[in-house]
C-alpha cells in the first residue's frame, strides 16, 4: 500500500485569475498588508498558476492524448478530525510495460516523490508491481494494487503527478476529499484551499453560459467586491481570491453566483485556526 469565508468597505486583497483551454487571464488589484506579510504577489501569482495548470491537466506535448486520473474511494474509516480516505486510481491509455513514478502534492509544501515503482495494468489500474498474465485486465489485484491513503481538511486538494521513468509521459490529477461545493440550477461552485488557512483559494464555476463573462459576488468579513468568471467554451471557468481583510484574523468569504440561469453559493472560512482536518 502507498500513501500515495453600509459601511464604506475596508481594503480587502483580490487576486481574479480564469483560466480557459487557451489562455490564462490575470486580473491583479491590491493586496491587504496581511496578505503582503505572507507572500509577495509574485509567489502568489506564480503558486496559483501551478495549481491551476494541474488541476486541468491540458493535453501537451508530455500528454499528447489528453489523458487523466479517475479517483475512485473506496474506503472512509476513523472519526471526525481523523477522516482516512482510501482510493483506487486508473489513468486510463497509459502504456503498460513501463515503469513510472507517482509525485504527491499537498497544499503549503512542495511536491515530494511517493516511494517505489509504479506500473498500470491493461485497464490503467496503479499496482505496486508488473501485472503478472492473470492481472493484466482486471480491476481487482490484491495487495498489488497501489491505494492512495489521505487526511484531509474540508476543500482541501490533493494533487498527484504520474511520469514514465522516461520523462516523456506527464499526467497530472487533483482529488478533493471532502468538496466545498454547492450546486443550483444547473450551475456548480467549488472552492479549494490553495494556502493553509485560505490564506487563498481557487474557486470554480461549471454550467456557466459558454465563453461569456459571468459576474459574482464576493465579500469577506463585511467587505464587498465583485469579479467575473471567464467561462471557455464547456461553460467552465477558474478563480481566484485572497479573502484576507486588514486588521482581521478570521473570517468566512461568500461567493455567490446569479444568472438568469442559476443561482448559488458557497462559503469559506479563512484565518487563524481555520484548518483542520475533516
Not at 144 to 152: G, R, S
Not at 169 to 191: H, N, S
Request: glycine share 8%.
Amino acid at each position: 500500500m502507498a500513501e500515495n469565508g453600509a459601511m464604506l468597505p475596508l481594503p480587502r486583497s483580490t487576486l481574479v485569475k480564469s483560466l480557459s483551454v487557451f489562455c490564462l487571464v490575470l486580473i491583479l488589484p491590491f493586496f491587504s498588508a496581511q496578505a503582503a506579510k505572507r507572500s509577495s504577489s509574485k509567489e502568489v501569482q506564480g503558486l496559483l498558476q501551478r495549481q491551476m495548470n494541474w488541476d486541468e491537466n491540458p493535453t501537451n506535448g508530455k500528454n499528447p492524448d489528453g489523458l487523466h486520473f479517475h479517483f475512485f474511494k473506496i474506503d472512509e474509516t476513523g472519526s471526525p478530525g481523523k477522516r482516512l480516505v482510501t482510493y483506487r486510481v486508473y489513468v486510463p491509455g497509459v502504456p503498460q510495460g513501463k515503469k513510472y513514478a507517482l509525485t504527491v502534492w499537498r497544499i503549503g509544501s512542495e511536491p515530494r516523490p511517493v516511494p517505489g515503482d509504479v506500473y498500470v495494468n491493461g485497464k490503467g489500474l496503479l499496482m505496486v508491481h508488473k501485472p503478472n498474465p492473470g492481472q493484466e485486465d482486471s480491476d481487482f489485484v490484491g495487495d498489488d494494487e497501489l491505494h492512495l491513503n489521505v487526511q484531509a481538511a474540508q476543500g482541501e486538494p490533493i494533487r498527484y503527478l504520474l511520469e514514465s521513468s522516461d520523462k516523456q509521459l506527464v499526467i497530472a490529477g487533483t482529488v478533493v476529499p471532502f468538496p466545498l461545493e454547492a450546486t443550483g440550477q444547473g450551475c456548480r461552485l467549488e472552492a479549494r484551499l490553495a494556502m493553509p488557512d485560505a490564506d487563498a483559494v481557487l474557486i470554480s464555476a461549471d454550467g456557466l453560459p459558454a465563453n461569456a463573462d459571468i459576474p459574482f459576488q464576493l465579500v469577506s468579513a463585511g467587505v464587498t467586491d465583485t469579479a467575473s468568471f471567464h467561462a471557455d467554451a464547456q461553460g467552465h471557468a477558474v478563480t481566484t481570491d485572497l479573502p484576507f481583510v486588514a486588521d482581521q484574523d478570521h473570517g468566512f468569504l461568500r461567493v455567490t453566483l446569479v444568472t438568469q440561469e442559476c443561482s448559488t453559493a458557497i462559503e469559506i472560512p479563512w484565518g487563524k485556526k481555520s484548518y483542520y482536518l475533516h
